[in-house]
Nanobody, 119 residues
């Protein structure tokens, strides 16, 4: 099982980014997927999820209305559009099969992609 995240970077407050996650090694279309993020010194939090067929999404309140998760089952990829970014969104972002809403660390899942929001 492998997840490879990309698309992060340094952006000013109010800016946008589009994250991508390429997956392999499992039956992608059978699983609900999620984007997690981990800020320094904090636990890893599920911030957005999407059902296996893509028909339903959920977001934590802190990103609702600003972030949009999507998926392409034919390409085994999951995406997240990040708009109206705030300094509090600074974190390493990871994708994975949807699991618990909070995990101690996501670092073992892969390299993640760093999002830094700063002026």
């Amino acid at each position: 099982v492998q997840m490879v995240e990309s698309g992060g970077g340094l952006v000013q407050p109010g800016g946008s980014l589009r994250l991508s996650c390429a997956t392999s090694g499992f039956s992608f279309s059978s699983y609900d997927m999620g984007w997690y993020r981990q800020a320094p010194g904090k636990e890893c939090e599920l911030i957005a999820s999407i059902t296996s067929g893509g028909g339903s999404t959920n977001y934590v309140d802190s990103v609702k209305g600003r972030f949009t998760i999507s998926r392409d089952n034919s390409k085994k990829m999951v995406f997240m559009q990040l708009n109206s970014l705030k300094p509090g969104d600074t974190a390493v972002y990871y994708c994975n099969v949807k699991q618990a809403p909070v995990v101690s660390t996501c670092e073992s899942w892969g390299q993640g992609t760093q999002v830094t929001v700063s002026s």
